[in-house]
């Protein structure tokens, strides 16, 4: 249900934006995350932002790393400035999917490769 993209290869200081599109049926979408994976390590959140757009980061993230989202087309974004090698991973989306059937999923994206090049 959630489609990520915008990963790739960058340099150390350079940007990159992700982004995570949710489709099917669709009530709506309270909160929308930002997790990664590096090899070797768990799954960390990233970032969040609540339906009303409230936000919250990974001390990692904070100053660098600015989530975002449209509701009308049940969509979140990622942009990430300052990259470090430090934020090489699979970065994944997520949301809390409210169906049309009333009934709330937790959706994951397929994940997008994040590789930052010292």
């Known amino acids: 249900q959630l489609q990520a993209s915008g990963g790739g290869l960058v340099q150390a200081g350079g940007s990159l934006r992700l982004s995570c599109a949710a489709s099917?049926?669709?009530?709506?979408?309270?909160?929308m995350h930002w997790y990664r994976q590096a090899p070797g390590k768990q799954r960390e959140l990233v970032a969040s932002?609540?339906?009303?757009?409230?936000?919250n980061y990974a001390d990692s993230a904070k100053g660098r790393f600015t989530i975002s989202r449209d509701n009308a087309k049940n969509a979140v974004a990622l942009q990430m400035n300052s990259l470090k090698p430090e934020d090489t991973a699979v970065y994944y989306c997520?949301?809390?999917?409210?169906?049309?059937?009333?009934?709330?999923?937790?959706?994951w994206g397929q994940g997008t490769q994040v590789t930052v090049s010292s």
């Open positions: 099917g049926s669709i009530f709506r979408i309270n909160g």
């Open positions: 997520n949301g809390e999917v409210v169906t049309t059937a009333r009934v709330t999923l937790s959706s």
């Open positions: 932002i609540t339906s009303s757009g409230g936000t």
